[in-house]
């Protein structure tokens, strides 16, 4: 390969909560173990090096006042919705920058919904989610994703519609590909999906900032791009920050091809003065969506898609009475440890803590709405995936410390 995915980085001292924190209260590394972080969803690989350069090139220049965003920043995105997603049409004026997916989504329920007025979501559920809906009292109504007999999440859209008529919901939150399960969905999903949002005229948030992370053969569509319908009613929010790994930057962006629902998001953002983009931020992603971007994220899916056939393979063959769904898109696997816990007589809380003692850092997924989930990140070199494994196998699934 041409980039560096295989360099295990020492992040120690370097401001990164992935190995400076353990999510997982009163768990502790037992002595003789070093830590592997598949916890938080950030990467552990270098950067890309364009993104790099183009920071310090702008570093070079010893001014940081007032700017307005330059063209290079709409033209970067532009062009990469259109070489990846392809993605037409979409002009200047659509883009807006966002400090964060999360902050958009906010602005949104705002503008388009009252206090204490139902949002429908997926479950599982991203956490964020969960937090920006009741940060913002708003009423959270849940559609479960349900596993087809081939192990697939797949949309209820017989409970979508039961509840959107029920509840009287006109605004929904969409994430696609889907956070924690790495459902990457279909057209005919999606039209289908679209076709009740619009049956019950709800303001779509969809969620895209994983489009980048698609695995093996599967394939983004953008929510906007199913239909003309679709393309009206959709806020899409997208970020460079997981494909290239810059959250600690902080910077996303909205797609919204709609002018009204663009004007009244703007509006509500623009009135808690929060938005102001960083212009590190603004040229790293300038950097990230060069050509050289392009390959380097073909190259990382290809490691993520082998990082995570590996780990399934593992998980299916060696413990039993775990089950998940391989993932389509993500870097991140969501573990059902219902039937392993109940065999062993032991608690979710019991199962965490025996994998931080061994120094495998992952993450309690009850909070994405299912009572036995763990959640991993495998976004790390190949070796701390099989290294990983092989300390759950030995002493935590078919062992102990």
């Not at 003789?32 to 972080?37: A, E, K, M, N, T």
């Not at 809906?133 to 409970?159: A, F």
């Not at 803590?353 to 976004?379: C, E, H, K, T």
């Amino acid at each position: 390969m041409k980039y560096d995915f295989t360099t295990i980085l020492d992040r120690k001292g370097h401001d990164a909560i992935a190995v400076e924190h353990i999510p997982i209260p009163g768990a502790e590394i037992a002595e003789g173990f070093s830590l592997i972080p598949m916890w938080v969803a950030d990467m552990n690989f270098p950067t890309l090096p364009t993104i790099l350069e183009e920071v310090r090139e702008r570093l070079n220049h010893p001014h940081f006042g007032y700017f307005e965003l330059p063209d290079a920043y709409f033209e970067s995105i532009i062009q990469w919705q259109k070489d990846r997603f392809g993605v037409e049409g979409i002009q200047r004026e659509d883009i807006g920058y966002e400090n964060g997916v999360l902050g958009c989504v906010a602005s949104a329920l705002q503008a388009f919904t009252a206090p204490g007025e139902a949002v429908l979501m997926h479950s599982p559920t991203y956490i964020g989610f969960t937090g920006t809906m009741e940060s913002n009292g708003r009423k959270i109504v849940l559609s479960d994703l349900k596993r087809d007999e081939e192990g697939v999440w797949r949309m209820d859209y017989e409970d979508m519609e039961k509840k959107l008529r029920e509840h009287r919901i006109h605004c929904v939150i969409f994430c696609s590909p889907h956070n924690p399960t790495g459902r990457v969905w279909e057209r005919a999903e999606l039209e289908r999906a679209m076709e009740l949002f619009r049956k019950y005229d709800c303001i779509v948030i969809s969620d895209e900032i994983w489009s980048d992370i698609v695995l093996d053969r599967a394939k983004h569509i953008p929510t906007q791009s199913v239909s003309e319908d679709a393309k009206n009613r959709t806020i899409a929010v997208y970020a460079p920050s997981k494909t290239f790994n810059l959250a600690g930057l902080v910077g996303s962006y909205h797609v919204i091809r709609n002018s009204w629902l663009r004007d009244r998001l703007e509006k509500v953002s623009a009135m808690s003065h929060y938005n102001t983009p960083n212009v590190l931020s603004v040229h790293a992603l300038i950097g990230a969506y060069k050509s050289e971007g392009r390959e380097w994220v073909d190259e990382l899916c290809q490691v993520l898609g082998e990082n995570a056939a590996y780990a399934c393979d593992f998980i299916e063959q060696k413990f039993h009475g775990v089950s998940l769904a391989r993932p389509q898109g993500t870097y991140m696997l969501y573990l059902d440890c219902e039937a392993w816990c109940r065999e062993h007589g032991k608690t979710l809380d019991e199962l965490l803590a025996a994998g931080v003692r061994v120094g495998v850092i992952w993450q309690d997924g009850r909070p994405f709405n299912r009572p036995y989930s763990i959640r991993m990140n495998l976004a790390l070199p190949h070796v701390r995936v099989k290294e990983a494994m092989e300390r759950l196998d030995r002493y935590v699934f078919n062992g102990s410390l």
